[in-house]
């Protein structure tokens, strides 16, 4: 193995070109957010809003937090 395949597979170097390495971004953080993080929140606010509904409406009881506040 000479020294130049060896300094390739560590740097990224393809053709002679550096490659840089991966890296996050703003953009990343942004569509993280925007698409993993957004829909998991509002599909828990939907599953909590209808288990209120369920237990206040149907069962006459208390929900969650509300118990203690209510």
């Known amino acids: ?6 300094d390739d597979d560590k740097g ?3 053709l ?3 490659i ?3 890296r996050f971004t703003r ?3 942004f569509y993280f957010l925007l698409y993993f993080c957004l829909p998991v929140l509002l599909l ?3 599953i909590d809003v209808v288990l209120y509904a369920v237990f206040t409406g149907l069962f006459g009881r208390c ?4 118990c203690l506040f209510g």
Request: charged fraction near 15%; aromatic fraction near 12%; proline fraction near 4%.
């Open 12 to 14: 990224g170097a393809v």
């Open 27 to 29: 953009w990343a953080v």
């Open 1 to 6: 193995m000479t020294a130049d395949s060896r």
């Open 16 to 18: 002679g070109h550096v």
């Open 63 to 66: 929900y969650a937090l509300f």
């Open 20 to 22: 840089p390495r991966r």
């Open 44 to 46: 828990g606010l939907l």
